[in-house]
């Protein structure tokens, strides 16, 4: 499968906080890529650096093989998104809005075309209607519809799923799994919410505080078989450079400013401590975290997280 | 760009508050009618009282072409107004929406995108100004009639003959209309930094005002930046209704007192737009767009 967007060290300085930092990553044909992290992790701004609405402090953007710098229009006319809330023209009707942007995107589309479009996200029936009196729900399928219009081979949504009743959330999750599959679109989709990922990515980026967290197959970091350890030892850098040097080098993530992670099979853990000890790394805790769900809110929690079911603080 | 110019344009025709302005032009107007047509022989006779007794005047002084002449100096100091409340809602009112960020995920170059809309909103004001003309030249021809033209200047009197005024009103529309759109170019690059269109259009009428206030101080340490201010030369469409004398004493048909002056005027007002919209094109193209 050939890289459909490609970044390499992307970062973007706002004054003097750092929204993103040296991140990288890749979306390969087909995928639909999860970007999961809390709020003000930094997705929507790299979403925006993707489709040039934020320019780059540093880095670099590959789409469809192309410099994003260099060959924006080319690039975006083969790019469908809806960026946050799918805001639209208020005053224009479902079906105004779609024309209108349909030409924008340089797409010829006849009004078969526009009701087929409609019908698609459910909004037929209310296309003539100003979209002033269309509910949360239908202005994201309105702008889904939008930034499907062209046809385009990629579609980024970030956080689709943003003021949606369950109902709304299922008919997004639905729409994102029949473009993957049936459609066969390479979909980037963001949110906060490990449980909507879960459900559709097959593959998952987690991006915490503008970095890069993890980045793998949702198959392999949402199998249950997997834990994610984390230790602590008296030097971190230098067991880190140890364990670069091992067998566990594979199992390896990317660093962390106060501890070491590794992605492994629960039944490796009694092997892993063994190595540490025969490395002679001084341990000061080795944890295994449940499920990806508790290591994302771990990894990603700025402040502290409520369980609401133990009221245990993680 | 077509396409662009063509969206950008039914966007503006199909909001509501674009036909604010035709409407609040339309009373104006009305008003003014109405009220010379009620009692246009007081305020003729109010005109005329210090210059009665030294000046005769034949004809119909309350004519097509007066009242459009009042209307012209009345309305041109709030048209302003009226053009920043589109003009400064371009990109801003865009911004606030949320419909920006989606139009720039779009094949679309930048500069294109807002030379589209800067084209969209002189076109508005385009429209506006025809439409100005429509209410109080075309009309008032037909409801007060046409004669001869007497203006009384601030030291002395302009008397046009009636078959030498169409013209200058024609090109005095079309300065206006030049001075409208350096307003909007104004209003444009303000609507640029917001993220609501109050911001903007109150900005946009600070600077008129501010402007229009140093325009017309007699104090002369201001003297020297009058030339610089856009402001200074929104109102040379006036010059074309001085007319040149011969030495007898006779006026010039078909003369204009000082055309230099408006061309100097039209050249400062034309490199404010070229400033304006190549400032405006400059900051939209490095822009984080974060609405």
Redesign the interface.
């Known amino acids: 499968m050939r890289d459909i967007v490609s970044v390499t060290g992307l970062t973007k300085q706002f004054d003097r906080l750092t929204a993103v930092e040296d991140l990288s990553f890749s979306v390969r044909e087909g995928d639909v890529y999860g970007f999961l992290g809390q709020n003000g992790a930094g997705k929507s701004t790299t979403l ?1 650096m993707l ?5 780059p402090s540093a880095g670099k953007i590959h789409i469809f093989g192309e410099d994003i710098a260099v060959n ?6 083969k ?14 009707s479902a079906y ?1 809005n779609l024309q ?2 349909a ?4 797409c010829r589309a006849n009004e078969k075309i526009l009701m087929d479009q409609l019908a698609m996200v459910g909004l037929d029936a209310r296309a003539r209607d100003k979209v002033k009196t269309f509910s949360q729900g239908m202005k994201q399928r309105l ?1 889904i519809a ?1 930034a499907l219009v062209h046809d385009p081979e990629l579609i980024i949504l970030d956080e689709p799923t943003n003021g949606l009743d369950p109902q709304g959330i299922a008919d997004i999750r639905n729409l994102i799994l029949y473009l993957s599959r049936e459609r066969k679109k390479t979909v980037i989709v963001s949110s906060h919410l490990l449980s909507e990922i879960e459900q559709v990515a097959t593959r998952v980026l987690i991006i915490d505080k503008g970095k890069k967290v993890i980045e793998g197959n949702a198959s392999e970091l949402f199998d249950p078989s997997q834990t994610i350890v984390e230790i602590t030892t008296t030097n971190n850098e230098r067991a880190f450079l140890l364990l670069q040097q091992s067998v566990w080098k594979e199992y390896l993530q990317p660093r962390a400013a106060l501890s070491i992670r590794l992605k492994l099979d629960r039944k490796q853990i009694t092997a892993l401590h063994h190595s540490l000890v025969s490395m002679d790394i001084e341990l000061e805790s080795l944890q295994p975290r449940h499920s990806l769900e508790d290591y994302f809110l771990q990894v990603t929690s700025g402040n502290q997280h409520v369980d609401t079911y133990t009221g245990r603080t993680l | 760009m077509w ?2 110019i ?2 950008e344009l ?2 503006i025709f ?3 508050r674009t036909y604010i302005a035709f409407a609040a032009i339309t009373a104006l107007i009305g008003i003014i009618q109405f009220g010379l047509k009620l009692d246009g022989d007081t305020y003729v006779d109010f005109m005329m009282r210090d210059i009665n007794s030294s000046i005769t005047v034949d004809g119909k002084i309350l004519n097509g072409y007066q009242v459009c002449y009042i209307v012209l100096q009345v309305l041109l100091v709030h048209v302003p107004l009226l053009i920043a409340l589109v003009a400064a809602d371009m990109v801003s009112g865009e911004a606030n ?3 920006l ?9 930048r500069t294109r995108f807002l030379l589209a809309k800067f084209i969209a909103a002189m076109t508005y004001t385009i429209l506006l100004l025809i439409w100005l003309a429509v209410l109080a030249l075309f009309l008032n021809m037909v409801i007060f009639g046409t004669d001869d033209l007497f203006l009384m200047k601030s030291s002395y009197v302009v008397l046009l003959k009636k078959d030498d005024i169409f013209w200058r009103y024609v090109w005095a529309f079309g300065f206006a209309a030049l001075a409208m759109t350096t307003v909007a170019s104004l209003g444009f690059l303000f609507s640029l930094f917001a993220e609501n269109s109050i911001g903007p259009i109150v900005a946009t009428m600070s600077v008129i005002v501010f402007f229009t206030i140093l325009s017309t101080l007699n104090i002369p340490v201001f003297n020297s930046i009058k030339p610089f201010l856009f402001t200074t030369h929104m109102i040379g469409w006036k010059e074309f209704f001085d007319i040149r004398v011969n030495e007898s004493n006779e006026a010039i048909i078909g003369s204009i007192q000082n055309p230099w002056r408006i061309v100097q005027s039209a050249l400062v007002l034309l490199l404010h737009i070229i400033c304006f919209v190549g400032a405006s094109v400059w900051v939209f193209r ?1 822009k ?3 609405s």
Request: glycine share 8%.
């Open positions: 925006r489709l040039t609405l934020i320019a924006r229009n080319k690039v975006l006319g790019v469908g998104a809806v960026i946050e809330k799918p805001d639209v023209y208020k005053y224009l105004e209108l942007f030409k924008l995107s340089g702008g939008i | 396409t662009l063509q969206v039914y966007k199909r909001r509501p929406m949320g419909t960020r989606l139009m720039l995920t779009k094949p679309i170059s490095k984080d767009i974060l």
